[in-house]
C-alpha cells in the first residue's frame, strides 16, 4: 500500500518571501502520480500541481514549482512570492493511475502567510 | 467553467438515522469518488464507482456505506445507520476524458451526527 507522509505539521512565511512544503512518499509503483491540494478555511479542495512520475521535468504552475526527486521519494512544494491568499492547509497526494484510481493523502502541513 | 456540486453543505442528524448526502460530477466524467475528513484530519478514500459499479473501496466503507447513481447525473452516498464517529466533511470528486488523473473535487457536506 501505498503512504504519503508530510513532516510539517505547521510553517509560517512572510509575505512576498518563498517557502518550501516537504513531502515523501513509499510505493513500488514505477508510474503514478503526485499532487499538491489546497485546502483554505472553506475546506473546498482544490488542485495546485500535478506531476508524472515518468516526467523528469518539474511540473510549474505560476507561482507553484515542485521538486520531485523519484529515486528519494520525495516532492516536495515551493511557492514564491507568497500571498496572504496562500494561506490554507496544503495536502500532497499520491495516485497510481488515471482513470479510477484513489488518492492517498498525507497529513497536511498548514501555511500561514504573515503581512 | 464546470465544477462538481453537493448537497447539503451542512447536515445534522441524529445517531442511528440514516442519510443521503448527494453530488453531481462534472458533465462528461466516467469516474467518481466519496472521500471523508475527520476534523483536523487528513482526507480518506471511501469508495470509487464506474460503470454504474464499484470499482475500489476502503476498509472504512463497510456495510452501512452504499452508493448510487440512480438517474446518470446524481451520485449519492448513504449511511445506514450513522454513529457519532462518522461525523465528518464528505467529499464527492470526478474524474473524466478530458483530464485524466485529475479529480475535481465538490465544496463538501460537513455531516454532524448527534
Known amino acids: 500500500a501505498q503512504t504519503v507522509t508530510q513532516s510539517q505539521p505547521e510553517m509560517s512565511v512572510q509575505e512576498a518571501e518563498t517557502v518550501t512544503l516537504s513531502c515523501t512518499y513509499d510505493?513500488?509503483?514505477?508510474?503514478?502520480?503526485l499532487f499538491w491540494y489546497k485546502q483554505p478555511p472553506s475546506r473546498q479542495m482544490i488542485l495546485v500541481i500535478r506531476?508524472?512520475?515518468?516526467?523528469?521535468q518539474n511540473a510549474t504552475e505560476n507561482r507553484f514549482s515542485v521538486n520531485f526527486q523519484k529515486a528519494a521519494k520525495s516532492f516536495s512544494l515551493k511557492i514564491s512570492d507568497s500571498q496572504l491568499g496562500d494561506t490554507a492547509m496544503y495536502f500532497c497526494?499520491?495516485?497510481?493511475?488515471?482513470?479510477?484510481?484513489?488518492?492517498?493523502f498525507g497529513e497536511g502541513t498548514q501555511l500561514t502567510v504573515n503581512p | 467553467e464546470p465544477e462538481v456540486t453537493q448537497t447539503p453543505s451542512h447536515q445534522v442528524t441524529q445517531m442511528g438515522q440514516e442519510v443521503i448526502l448527494r453530488c453531481v460530477p462534472i458533465?462528461?466524467?466516467?469516474?467518481f469518488y466519496w472521500y471523508r475528513q475527520i476534523l483536523g484530519q487528513k482526507v480518506e478514500f471511501l469508495v470509487s464507482f464506474y460503470n454504474n459499479e464499484i470499482s475500489e473501496k476502503s476498509e472504512i466503507f463497510d456495510d452501512q456505506f452504499s452508493v448510487e447513481r440512480p438517474d446518470g447525473s446524481n451520485f449519492t452516498l448513504k449511511i445506514r445507520s450513522t454513529k457519532l464517529e462518522d461525523s465528518a466533511m464528505y467529499f464527492c470528486?470526478?474524474?473524466?476524458?478530458?483530464?485524466?488523473?485529475?479529480?475535481?473535487f465538490g465544496p463538501g457536506t460537513r455531516l454532524t451526527v448527534t
Open positions: 510505493t513500488s509503483e514505477n508510474n503514478y502520480y
Open positions: 458533465s462528461n466524467h466516467l469516474y
Open positions: 497526494a499520491f495516485m497510481k493511475h488515471a482513470g479510477g484510481s484513489r488518492l492517498t
Open positions: 506531476q508524472e512520475a515518468y516526467k523528469q
Open positions: 470528486a470526478s474524474e473524466g476524458q478530458v483530464s485524466w488523473s485529475e479529480q475535481y
